[in-house]
């Protein structure tokens, strides 16, 4: 790639690299084929890789994620496009009982190399049908694993990862990220699943993220000042698997923490976290470790309700300033 | 229902299908027992009555084809070329199990056989067939893959979407329906709408009936099914009419049928008809030799022991 790739350009190389590198890599999902997908995302895939690798599918999401399942299981590596991530919820049985569970009901005798591609991303009127971030459900259900990259490095390294990998890998993509570039963040060394990166150091107070939060919350550390006030950000970058070793080191360094994610924040992926750093960490911390989710409703249409339910940047900067003051 | 030519072409043809279709009977006959002295835990489905189904479709395949079936799949496991004393050994739960123990007798799978699993689903395992049928096209292997389900499952979107897409890409899958009446407890006329086949048909596949208690029909039909999907002709649906003897699960009473219904319906025993057509020196050397296989598997399965306990984290990811 001549110029450094933005998010969506990462995902496509990544997919072209992939299916370059092994013919049994093929894709499926409604409109990726000639179309290139909903947002573009497969833009000459099927040019380059044809029909019989590149496959346009019926309004049919169960039987093509159950389909999935059974060509991974019959050697095939496929890449299902889920069109929007609150779609999952019609086709749950090839997800949660099917993928999820294959290989540990028959004792390891079969791999599922596949991945679930799909792309959430709250904040422009959607509506409540096309906002949610699910990954907190997806991550609680034990043979998924769950990839959440937040830039377009970590895009394409998670991406060949997640192909790459023997399980069912759920990838979820953030839309309002596919236009975003970040020459020094693609100069990154590669990232394996599982471990958190420190976006940004700090010695006052952690904030742990994943997903379009990460460069919510690092615009809101840019606008605090005063001591204090100097916050270590790291992007967990994956929820199944993961690694909190870099986590307990900021939060035993910082004493305090908080858990900034788009998912709604009661029963949300915060709450297992903050659980397990408070089991690791307990008498280390200076105070409660503390998370900011979406509220508890669906997410509005409207843009000023919409605004009010979901975190952004001046919200987690309010946070992190109760944090200092405390 | 349609007619075909079913005379054997030799004894020992009709007597290999009748030696797979008294295997199952003896296994299911003792897991059946050992369910109700509580050596076999949780649920299990026999499919006594059924097995000139998965007999007669299993010898229309190549070993490399590929199977999923049901609830009700230890027949279709057997007919495929699953071990009885690993089958046997998983439904009491044994380290020595298909599965290691981790999938009981509705996730009994053997992918060395072309085994793609049971599964305790109604309807899933059809588009996880149709997958595989995927898998084979792109990979033009030549495999086939049949999806083994009851009617009850016709009710289900993943019939429907699975079949959609089976026709939209013609893929090499034939679509086995064993009617046996009933879905769960609810006889099969209580929903109404058109026969299986007709359903099928609207979806512009070749759908056939077929006398599920006939192994000779059975296979036949499914040859018939099994050749065009190789040949690139699309997906195939075979209606197979046939009787669950017993009820649902283990256990259940059935209340809801009538024992005049259950002794119509033995006198279909698609053993019992086959035996008709055999010497009889060799249909009973064939039950003596199946109960004494069964009767091993039940012994080893038994001798085992539970899987370790560390195991229960194992193969959770590849």
Redesign the interface.
Known sequence: MAETPNYMAAINAALTDAMEADD?V?LLGIDVAAPGGVYGVTKGLYDRFGQ??V?D??I?????????????????R?VVEVMYMDFITVCL??LV??AAK????????????VVFRMQTGGGRSAGAQHSQSLEGLLAHI??L?VFCPSDARDAYDLLREAID???PVCFVENRRLYPRSDPEGWAREPLSAGSPRVVRPGDDMTVVTWGRMVTETLKAVDTLAGAGRDVEVIDLRTLV?LDLTVVLESVRKTGRCLIVHEAVERFGPGGELAARVVQEALFEIDGPIERFGALACPVPYSPNLEAEVLPGRERIAQRLESFADA | MATRARRPKTNAELAGLYAVMTRIRAFEERVAKHFRAGDIHGFVHVSIGQEAVAAGSCAALDPADLITTTHRGHGHCIAKGADPEGMMAELFGRATGLCGGKGGSMHLADPRCGILGANGIVGAGIPIAAGAALAAQIRESGQVAVAFFGEGALHTGAFHEATSLAVAWRLPLVMLCECNGYAEFTATAAWGGPEPAARASSYGLSADVVDGSDVLAVRDAVKVAVAAARAGDGPRFVQAQTNRFGGHYEGDVQPYRSPEELEAQREQDPLARLRLTLPAQATEDADAEASAEMDKAVELALAAPYPELDTALEDIYG
């Open positions: 049994r093929v019989s690798r496959r599918t019926p049919a999401e169960a039987g093509v994620m159950g389909a999935a399942v059974g060509a991974a299981m019959a050697g095939l496929p049985d090839p009982n099917q294959l290989r540990y009901m028959t004792g390891g005798r079969v791999d599922i190399p034990p043979g694993k990998d023997d399980s698997p």
